[in-house]
C-alpha cells in the first residue's frame, strides 16, 4: 500500500497553501512564541504547520489527527524552505508573465468562491491588492522551488514495463478518480454604454485641466477620486511592483517619469490620471485620480451577440475555439491558453466535476463532450459577464487503470522514483544549508 505520510515532503512542494500564507498578522511577542523552526534567515511558526497540515488533510481527505501528520507536514516545510534556498543560491529564475498568469488565476478562483471582494477582504484580513502581493511572492517561491527540482530530476524516466509494474503493484491501494472534465470558455464583459463613458470622459477632463491651471494633485484626488481606498490619501497607492495593477494601468505607471503626470488613461475601471512619485529598485509609489464608469448602465445585449456570433463560426466551422478564445475572452489566464480552465491547486486541465466552480458546473452537466453552450451569465466577484462554454472531455467516476489513466499512472511511478532521490538529496543540502529545530 502506498503511503500517503511518506509522501508528503515531496508532494507539499506542488502545493500553494493558501491556509497558511494569509493568516492575520500575528503581534511580535506571539511569532516569537510560535516559532518552531528557523531556516537561513526565514522562521516556520507553528501556524504555519497548523494551516498546512489542515490543507493537506482536507485536500487528501484524511483524518487531520492522523498520527505522524502534524510532523512529516513540519518537516516537509523545513524542506520546502531549505530548497527555497537553494534555489536562490542556484540563481533559478521563473518569469513575471508566468506568476502574473498564476496570480491572477487565484484572485479569479477566490472571487469565484466567496462571491464578493468584501467576503475576500473579511476572510484573509487583507485587500485584494495586499492579497495579490502576498500571492505573488508565494506563488513565486512555489515555482522557484518547482523549477529546481524539474532541473535537478530531469534524467529521471520510467519505462512502459515500470509504468505497468508499479500499477499491478499498487492496483488494489490506487484511488478512485471522481468525475473529470476538461472544458474552456469565451468570456465577455458587458461594456459601459456610451452615455455613462461620455460622462466619466468629461468628468476627468475637468480635472485634467485643474491639474493643468496649477491645482494640487493630492488635493484634487481627495475631493474628485472616486477610488475611496486612496482617495483620502490624496491617490497615494504606496510602493508597487509588476503585476500589481491591471495590464493598461501598470504599462503607464511604470512608463512615467519621477513626478511626470500621465494623460487620461482608459481601464475595465473607468478613467485615470497617474504620477509616478518615486521609484526604489523594481518598485514605484504612484498616486491617480479615478473617475469610474457607472456599472448599472453595461450593454449586456452586444456582449450577448457577440458571443452568438463566435459559438456559430465555430459550430460552422470558420473558426477554433481556442483561436476565438485567444482573440476574443476577456478573462486572461485562461484565454492565452485558448480558453482552457485550468485547476488552481494542480493546474492541470483536468478537473474533478465537483471542484468546478459552481456556475461553470451548471452550464458544462448540460452539455456532452464537444458541445458549446450558449452564452450564459456568470459572476465574477461583484461584477458580471457572459460566457461560452465547451465540454472537451468527461470522465464518469471510476478506479486509476491503464487504459483510462496510463499518464497519471507513469507520472505516478516517475514521482515514486523522485521521492526516493529526492530525500537523499535534501539530507545533503541540510549539511550545507542553516536550520535548527525549535521545538
Not at 72 to 96: C, G, H, P, R, Y
Not at 244 to 262: D, H, M, P, T, Y
Not at 410 to 430: G, I, T
Request: aromatic share 8%.
Amino acid at each position: 500500500m502506498i503511503n500517503k505520510l511518506g509522501k508528503i515532503g515531496f508532494a507539499l512542494l506542488f502545493m500553494l497553501a493558501l491556509a497558511g500564507s494569509f493568516s492575520k498578522p500575528a503581534s511580535a511577542q506571539e511569532m516569537l512564541d510560535g516559532i518552531v523552526a528557523v531556516v537561513g534567515d526565514e522562521a516556520i511558526l507553528k501556524s504555519d504547520v497548523d494551516n498546512q497540515a489542515m490543507l493537506y488533510a482536507y485536500q487528501n481527505q484524511i483524518n487531520l489527527n492522523t498520527p505522524g501528520l502534524w510532523k512529516e507536514v513540519f518537516t516537509a516545510l523545513i524542506n520546502q524552505k531549505i530548497l527555497l534556498m537553494k534555489a536562490k543560491l542556484d540563481s533559478i529564475t521563473v518569469s513575471s508573465e508566468e506568476v502574473d498568469g498564476l496570480v491572477e488565476q487565484r484572485i479569479a478562483f477566490l472571487r469565484e468562491r466567496l462571491r464578493t471582494d468584501e467576503a475576500i477582504v473579511e476572510t484573509f484580513g487583507k485587500s485584494i491588492d495586499m492579497l495579490r502581493v502576498d500571492l505573488r511572492e508565494e506563488i513565486k517561491s512555489q515555482r522557484l522551488v518547482e523549477e529546481l527540482q524539474r532541473q535537478h530530476f530531469s534524467d529521471l524516466t520510467v519505462s512502459n514495463e515500470e509504468v505497468v509494474d508499479f500499477y499491478n503493484t499498487y492496483r488494489d491501494s490506487l484511488p478512485e478518480i471522481p468525475a473529470e472534465v476538461e472544458v474552456a470558455h469565451i468570456v465577455i464583459k458587458p461594456k459601459t454604454d456610451s452615455l455613462s463613458k461620455q460622462s466619466a470622459l468629461d468628468a476627468i477632463q475637468e480635472v485634467q485641466k485643474e491639474l493643468q491651471d496649477g491645482k494640487d494633485f493630492a488635493e484634487l484626488a481627495r475631493a474628485e477620486s472616486q477610488d475611496p481606498g486612496s482617495a483620502r490619501l490624496g491617490g497615494d497607492l504606496g510602493f508597487v511592483k509588476r503585476g500589481e495593477f491591471v495590464r493598461r494601468f501598470e504599462e503607464v505607471a511604470f512608463g512615467l517619469k519621477e513626478n511626470q503626470i500621465s494623460g487620461i488613461v482608459e481601464t475595465e475601471f473607468g478613467y485615470h490620471i497617474i504620477q509616478l512619485l518615486e521609484r526604489k529598485g523594481e518598485a514605484i509609489r504612484v498616486r491617480h485620480i479615478l473617475k469610474r464608469f457607472d456599472k448599472t448602465k453595461l450593454n449586456d445585449a452586444a456582449a450577448i451577440d457577440q458571443l452568438n456570433e463566435i459559438r456559430e463560426n465555430v459550430l460552422s466551422g470558420k473558426a477554433e475555439f481556442s483561436m476565438m478564445a485567444r482573440q476574443f475572452s476577456e478573462d486572461e489566464s485562461s484565454a492565452e491558453l485558448g480558453g482552457d480552465i485550468v485547476s488552481p491547486q494542480t493546474n492541470q486541465k483536468r478537473i474533478p466535476l465537483d471542484g468546478l466552480l459552481p456556475a461553470i458546473r451548471s452550464i458544462i452537466e448540460t452539455l456532452r463532450p464537444g458541445e458549446i453552450s450558449k452564452p450564459t451569465r456568470i459572476q465574477l466577484g461583484d461584477e458580471y459577464a457572459f460566457s461560452i462554454v465547451k465540454l472537451k472531455y468527461f470522465a464518469p467516476k471510476h478506479r486509476l487503470n491503464l487504459e483510462q489513466d496510463y499518464a497519471r499512472l507513469r507520472n505516478m511511478a516517475l514521482q515514486r522514483q523522485q521521492a526516493e532521490r529526492y530525500s537523499s538529496w535534501v539530507e545533503e543540502l541540510k549539511k550545507t544549508i542553516y536550520w535548527k529545530v525549535k521545538i
